[in-house]
């Protein structure tokens, strides 16, 4: 069988990585293999290389063609990978500028997802989290635009479903239901 590759996306702090791996877990009690990768993780790679950022949470600062270039080869990188392949990335970048498409079309080409999950749960609750995270660099903003990151996300990823013809999946990671959350994302992978 032809490996399936999901792409996992939620705005910073809402536990993406904590899902993915509770679902992870799982799956490797049933048989069931992924190999999980961060998009980021690769785009850093290439950024440390070239000398542009010393930390991963500089990149959405660096100049548009630049971001762009890290993407690119973050996906024809990312493209070669066979089996079944679990994604997480982000759906948009907040940057100086403006929210930049993370998946836009020449990545989709590169990658043609089976599905896109989007990880959400309520603006407060991910205002929180970001303000208990100690180990990241996260963007200091209230509720109001934590909730127009998420609604944005929403929106481009019916956009990458017109493109791809994927689905997407929401699903909530709400505060103490993390087990819940896991399952749905089992779900989406089996
Ligand atoms: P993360 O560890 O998932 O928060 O990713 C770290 C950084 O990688 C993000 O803040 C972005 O700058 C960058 N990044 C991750 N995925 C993408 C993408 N699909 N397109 C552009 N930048 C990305
Ligand atoms: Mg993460």
């Known amino acids: 069988m032809q490996g399936r590759k999901v792409i996992i996306t939620g705005v910073p702090g809402v536990g993406k990585t904590t899902v993915v791996n509770e679902a992870l877990k799982k799956l490797k009690s049933e048989g069931v293999e992924y190999q999980s990768i961060n998009f980021g993780t690769f785009m850093f790679e290439v950024a440390k290389n070239d000398n542009v950022v010393q930390d991963r949470d500089q990149m959405r600062t660096l100049d548009r063609t630049v971001q762009k270039r890290l993407q690119q080869r973050a996906a024809q990188a990312i493209a070669q990978i066979t089996g079944n392949v679990l994604i997480d990335t982000h759906a948009s970048v907040k940057t100086p500028t403006g929210y930049l498409a993370g998946l836009p079309e020449w990545v989709l080409r590169e990658i043609m997802p089976d599905t896109i999950v989007l990880v ?19 963007d200091k903003e209230g509720s109001r635009a934590i909730g127009e990151h998420q609604q944005f996300n929403r929106s481009i990823a019916a956009g990458y479903a017109m493109i791809t013809g994927c689905t997407v999946k929401i699903v909530i990671n709400a505060d103490l239901l993390l087990e819940r959350a896991a399952e749905d994302m089992a779900n989406v992978l089996r």
Do not use: A, F, K
């Open 120 to 138: 959400e749960t309520d603006d407060d609750q991910i205002l929180m989290r970001r303000l208990n995270d100690e180990t990241r660099s996260r």
